[in-house]
């Protein structure tokens, strides 16, 4: 019991309590309950993996997006997590495919340019199979620093570098916008 | 209840629950402290990006008896470290800013010559000017936190550096002459120690005009870390992304 409690506090968001509600939870169920989840567990591992091309998670390689044909394989949207990509999916706007670094340059947490995982992007802007990189790391420092770090790296390449704008979010009030966002928000207006 | 509206420095975050987060605060007034900002992940209206590491704000919060954690209601941004353009070097500087402060300052200990020299490098903390500021703020803490040994004459014997080295050693103190270093000290050179002479008597934006590139002074700031990391006894994460 001691085991799985303190296997389950390694979740994010799972405190010492949360793991032992979890426990007792599972200790109660039937057989079949605790059995399909071990499965589960287990499969999730077995299954998926990394995208070779783009660091999705998928159960087959390349993943649904780098292996589509009616995708355009040489626009690319920079993300942190591959969480991130539902977000994009969800405008239907958005057709290109994507890479997925799994983090972002975090010198705190002793995460610095090395651990990041560029190579296979940059490999395909090297070679020229990409028009447009768009960095859509979120507008944090971390995520600022990660985006100015790749396009660094990436212009010599000569691929376009764009980055996602920032500023008043849709149906929010300009009255409660900060500093920086209205400062953004005026940075990034377009023509009308 | 008392409900306070303070000038602070953000210095980190932890996630809590779903959107709620724990903030560590260094306040002018009432010096390091710690808050719950609910939903802070969710309420941009509250929040926005005020709650980015080294953000200059007014914190509107709640002390409650008997409680450990103020609640933190809302911050106001004076100025945001994401107004200028952020790379890798910049956002270690922040990190190391945020990182000392959190691990030097006591809670509830007011200490305004920090929050001023804060501010100060904070201003002067660009893409292009980073070993300037993050030298003289690590140099500045230790003797705020009054860690810093004589840079004049040799801890020992008492020997006038004069135009030698000093030199320094990881697990020990103070700043010795070369008769009394150890096979294993590292050298602070005379320009090296002249500079830190000029830092505690000039103001930064006394310095920022002249030229600071990585190597300058370098010397100086690894005698900082090391002096920080040996007075909190633990390696500053922060300063590995600050080796030039
Ligand atoms: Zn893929
Ligand atoms: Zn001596």
Same mark, same amino acid.
């Given at each position: 019991m001691?085991?799985?409690?303190?296997?389950?506090?390694?979740?994010? %968001?799972?405190g010492?309590? !949360?793991?032992?509600?979890?426990?007792?939870?599972?200790l109660r169920?039937?057989?079949?309950?605790?059995?399909?989840?071990? !499965?589960?567990?287990?499969?999730?591992?077995?299954?998926l993996?990394?995208?070779?091309?783009?660091?999705?998670?998928?159960?087959?390689?390349?993943?649904?997006y780098c292996?589509?044909?009616? *995708?355009n394989?040489?626009?690319?949207?920079?993300?942190?997590?591959?969480?991130?990509i539902?977000t994009?999916?969800?405008?239907?706007?958005?057709?290109?495919v994507?890479?997925v670094?799994?983090?972002?340059?975090?010198?705190?947490?002793g995460? %610095?340019?090395?651990?990041?995982?560029?190579?296979?992007?940059?490999? *395909?802007?090297?070679? %020229?199979?990409?028009?447009?990189?768009?960095?859509?790391? !979120?507008?944090?420092v971390?995520?600022e620093?990660?985006?100015h770090?790749?396009?660094d790296?990436l212009?010599?390449? %000569?691929a376009?570098?764009? *980055?996602?704008?920032?500023?008043?979010?849709?149906? !929010?009030?300009?009255?409660?916008?900060?500093?920086?966002?209205?400062?953004?928000?005026?940075?990034?207006?377009?023509?009308? | 209840?008392?409900?306070h509206?303070?000038?602070?420095?953000?210095?980190?975050t932890?996630?809590?629950?779903?959107?709620?987060?724990?903030?560590?605060l &260094?306040?002018?007034?009432?010096?390091?402290?710690?808050?719950m900002?609910k939903?802070a992940?969710r309420?941009?209206?509250?929040?926005?990006?005020?709650?980015?590491?080294?953000?200059?704000v007014?914190?509107?919060y709640?002390?409650?008896?008997?409680?450990?954690l103020?609640?933190?209601d809302?911050c106001?941004?004076?100025?945001?470290?994401?107004?200028q353009?952020?790379?890798?070097?910049?956002a270690?500087?922040?990190?190391?800013?945020?990182?000392?402060?959190?691990?030097?300052?006591p809670?509830h200990?007011?200490?305004?010559?920090?929050?001023?020299?804060a501010l100060?490098?904070l201003?002067?903390t660009?893409?292009d000017?980073?070993?300037?500021?993050?030298?003289?703020?690590?140099?500045?803490?230790i003797?705020?936190?009054?860690w810093?040994?004589?840079?004049?004459?040799?801890?020992l014997?008492?020997?006038? &550096?004069g135009?030698e080295?000093?030199?320094?050693?990881?697990?020990?103190?103070?700043l010795?002459?070369?008769?009394?270093?150890?096979?294993?000290?590292?050298?602070? /050179?005379?320009? /090296?120690?002249?500079?830190?002479?000029?830092f505690?008597?000039?103001?930064?934006a006394?310095?920022? /005009?002249?030229?600071w590139?990585?190597?300058r002074?370098?010397?100086?700031r690894?005698?900082?870390?090391?002096?920080?990391?040996?007075?909190?006894?633990?390696k500053?994460?922060?300063t590995?992304?600050l080796k030039?």
């Amino acid at each position: 019991m001691a085991r799985l409690i303190e296997e389950l506090r390694k979740l994010p %968001g799972i405190g010492t309590k !949360s793991a032992q509600r979890l426990a007792f939870h599972i200790l109660r169920s039937n057989p079949e309950d605790a059995e399909a989840l071990a !499965s589960a567990v287990r499969e999730v591992k077995a299954r998926l993996q990394l995208c070779s091309i783009c660091n999705n998670i998928t159960d087959v390689d390349p993943c649904l997006y780098c292996a589509s044909p009616t *995708r355009n394989q040489r626009l690319v949207c920079v993300v942190e997590e591959p969480t991130n990509i539902a977000t994009v999916e969800k405008t239907r706007g958005y057709n290109g495919v994507y890479h997925v670094l799994h983090g972002t340059l975090s010198p705190l947490h002793g995460v %610095g340019p090395e651990h990041l995982r560029t190579s296979t992007l940059l490999d *395909r802007v090297t070679r %020229g199979d990409i028009d447009e990189v768009i960095l859509a790391t !979120s507008p944090t420092v971390e995520g600022e620093a990660t985006a100015h770090y790749l396009a660094d790296m990436l212009r010599s390449g %000569g691929a376009r570098i764009s *980055r996602i704008a920032t500023g008043v979010p849709a149906g !929010s009030d300009i009255e409660y916008a900060d500093e920086v966002t209205m400062t953004r928000a005026l940075e990034g207006r377009r023509e009308m | 209840m008392i409900a306070h509206q303070a000038e602070a420095l953000v210095l980190r975050t932890w996630p809590v629950q779903e959107a709620d987060q724990i903030v560590s605060l &260094f306040t002018r007034d009432q010096g390091k402290l710690k808050g719950m900002a609910k939903s802070a992940a969710r309420s941009r209206r509250r929040f926005g990006g005020a709650l980015e590491p080294m953000t200059h704000v007014v914190a509107h919060y709640v002390e409650k008896p008997r409680q450990e954690l103020v609640r933190l209601d809302s911050c106001e941004i004076l100025s945001s470290p994401l107004s200028q353009p952020v790379d890798y070097r910049r956002a270690a500087a922040l990190a190391f800013y945020a990182e000392v402060l959190e691990e030097t300052l006591p809670d509830h200990d007011p200490q305004d010559s920090v929050f001023r020299l804060a501010l100060t490098v904070l201003e002067h903390t660009r893409t292009d000017s980073i070993w300037l500021p993050v030298t003289y703020f690590a140099l500045w803490m230790i003797r705020l936190m009054g860690w810093m040994p004589d840079i004049e004459r040799c801890t020992l014997c008492g020997r006038p &550096f004069g135009n030698e080295s000093a030199w320094f050693l990881a697990g020990s103190d103070g700043l010795v002459c070369g008769d009394h270093s150890h096979p294993a000290s590292r050298a602070l /050179s005379p320009q /090296s120690l002249a500079i830190a002479g000029r830092f505690f008597r000039t103001p930064i934006a006394g310095l920022v /005009s002249e030229d600071w590139p990585p190597n300058r002074a370098a010397d100086l700031r690894r005698f900082a870390f090391q002096s920080l990391e040996r007075h909190l006894e633990r390696k500053l994460r922060s300063t590995q992304a600050l080796k030039a």
